[in-house]
């Protein structure tokens, strides 16, 4: 359960849009290849590696539009220490061959291990904390999400970060989803994709003295 701002999230209880294991199979015939080294391995993990200072990707070729949750789990690869990203609403810039409009998740990013968000391509709308305790190499269980413009993230069941976009992505209009290795080695796993509905919680505040 995942308790935002006057609102409630059940992922168990919400419409699977896709739900698909990495396999040799689903990676050629549900991604694209943007850029770095991506495999399945024989752990049925998604492991990409990039020594470049840049965003190597693969992205879904499916679009999901609207309030959506995109839940993996995700790890560093050791020796790498950092970068567990990942985009939603997002899209691809062919003419440049970059990413373009998209929302972009990532643990320990940033160059200074933050926890975070960011809108491609201007970068005008970022938000980060340190305040997460991240250890390399482990496992984590990571959903990312969005009701509107209001940006979630919840690490192994447990709200980390929210915020409100005042200028949103058009969620109607972009809809793929990504995964980066940004100057690092990391691997996902039992990604899937979900129809976020939810719970209205809003309550007053009742006296405490």
């Known amino acids: 359960m995942i308790q935002l701002m006057r609102k409630r999230v059940d992922p168990d209880a919400l419409e699977v849009l896709y739900d698909r294991p990495f396999s040799k199979e689903s990676f050629e015939e549900d991604f694209e290849l943007k850029g770095g080294k991506w495999y399945v391995d024989d752990e049925g993990w998604l492991v990409g590696e990039n020594r470049e200072n840049c965003a190597a990707m693969v992205m879904s070729k499916d679009e999901f539009f609207g309030d959506v949750l995109v839940e993996f789990d995700a790890a560093t690869i050791l020796p790498a220490t950092r970068d567990i990203n990942v985009t939603w ?44 305790p991240f250890e390399a190499g482990r496992v984590y269980h990571v959903a990312v999400g969005n009701i509107g413009n209001e940006l979630f993230i919840a690490i192994d069941g447990v709200l980390a970060l929210e915020v409100h976009d005042p200028d949103p992505i058009d969620i109607n209009k972009y809809g793929r989803v990504g995964f980066e290795a940004y100057c690092t080695k990391v691997k996902y796993k039992n990604y899937k994709v979900k129809r976020i509905t939810y719970t209205d919680t809003a309550k007053p505040y009742d006296p405490e003295f």
């Open 89 to 132: 609403h997002g899209s691809w810039n062919e003419e440049i061959n970059k990413r373009d409009i998209a929302y972009v998740f990532g643990i320990q990013g940033w160059w200074e291990g933050l926890i975070g968000f960011e809108r491609s391509p201007e970068y005008e709308f970022k938000v980060g904390t340190k305040l997460f």
